[in-house]
């Protein structure tokens, strides 16, 4: 059977499933995945160097804001 953000297990009822994935290099680009939602990809077009944050309501599990931090150039 098919889960949620492609995880192996179903999640507990009441829970969000979510999957973060991290970059390599120039290869393959991060991506989060929360409750079946893509939240940020390269196809998505909203990725960038650094640190890939998404910020979701805890409880409607509404994306509030996403954004990217690049740590390299300050």
């Known amino acids: 059977p098919r889960h949620k953000c492609g995880n192996r297990k179903s999640c507990p009822q009441n829970h969000f499933a979510f999957k973060i994935i991290s970059g ?17 990809s390269t196809m998505r ?3 960038g160097r650094g640190l890939n944050i998404a ?4 409880t409607s ?5 996403a954004d990217t931090f690049d740590m390299y150039s300050g």
């Open 24 to 40: 390599a290099a120039n290869v393959v680009g991060p991506s989060i995945c929360f409750n079946d939602m893509i939240l940020m």
């Open 45 to 47: 077009n909203n990725i």
């Open 55 to 58: 910020l979701v309501n805890g």
């Open 61 to 65: 599990g509404q994306l509030l804001a």
